[in-house]
């Protein structure tokens, strides 16, 4: 069974960046396509990015395209969420997630395809 670890969050001002790392233990997380959710306070739990398990371009939410970066360290059986040109809004509670489906063809932002969870990092934006 595998279990995801979140690190990297804290409180920056507007503009800042932080990198999130989830890393991965028990399994490989190599075969199965990977993403980062996060819940805001009173709002429900919402994709950011997800990247696939046979690499190429990682998919985004409109809101955070163009300023976050996903990318899989296989060798170390970690993913990172680089966030840059943060804002306000971006203030949340950042999970990683693993889809249930191993070699699934094809992206998923569905919060029910994704049934392996990290307990999650708090990243706050100040203006």
């Known amino acids: 069974q595998v279990q995801l670890v979140e690190s990297g969050g804290g409180s920056v001002q507007a503009g800042g960046s932080l990198l999130l790392s989830c890393a991965a233990s028990?399994?490989?997380?190599?075969?199965?396509?990977m993403g980062w959710f996060r819940q805001a306070p009173g709002k429900e739990r919402e994709f950011v990015a997800g990247?696939?398990?046979?690499?190429?371009?990682?998919l985004y939410a409109n809101s955070v395209k163009g300023r976050f970066t996903f990318s899989r360290d296989s060798a170390k059986n970690t993913v990172y969420l680089q966030m840059n040109s943060l804002k306000p809004e971006d203030t949340a509670v950042y999970y990683c997630?693993?889809?249930?489906?191993?070699?699934?063809?094809?992206?998923?932002?569905?919060?029910?395809?994704?049934?392996?969870w990290g307990q999650g990092t708090q990243v706050t934006v100040s203006s």
């Open positions: 028990g399994r490989t997380i190599s075969s199965y396509t």
């Open positions: 997630a693993r889809d249930r489906a191993r070699y699934r063809a094809s992206y998923t932002s569905r919060l029910n395809d994704y049934d392996t």
């Open positions: 990247i696939h398990w046979s690499g190429g371009s990682p």
